[in-house]
């Protein structure tokens, strides 16, 4: 079956870097667009990038636009997310997650209810 496992997380300094992974099964990665998301307490779940599956054109929320970078390896069936500048806002916890449809999801990445599988997440605290 469909699974999406996140790893990489973890406490890091205000400034400093991660680098998440999100490995995939039971489904051909390039296939289909991954998305990342975060949740932090008491906040709705917003969509932090994505990496389109046809041309791995790439899309990013303006809060980490130039900060975060996405990429997939499809010979390993992983998406990663390199995170640098990390502030104490990005604290949260992140998942992955897969698009509904084995299209470019466009303008259309950012929506949490255009994904039906997703991982556990993994929590990213920035703190010093």
């Known amino acids: 079956q469909v699974q999406l496992v996140e790893s990489g997380g973890g406490l890091v300094q205000p400034g400093g870097s991660l680098r998440l992974s999100c490995a995939a099964s039971?489904?051909?990665?390039?296939?289909?667009?991954i998305g990342w998301f975060r949740q932090a307490p008491g906040k709705e779940r917003e969509g932090v990038s994505c990496i389109s599956s046809s041309d791995g054109s790439t899309y990013y929320a303006d809060s980490v636009k130039g900060r975060f970078t996405i990429s997939r390896d499809n010979y390993k069936n992983t998406v990663y997310l390199q995170m640098n500048s990390l502030k104490p806002e990005d604290t949260a916890v992140y998942y992955c997650a897969r698009y509904r449809r084995p299209l470019p999801p466009g303008n259309m990445w950012r929506y949490w209810a255009q994904y039906n599988y997703w991982g556990q997440g993994t929590q990213v605290t920035v703190s010093s």
């Open positions: 039971g489904f051909t990665l390039d296939y289909y667009a």
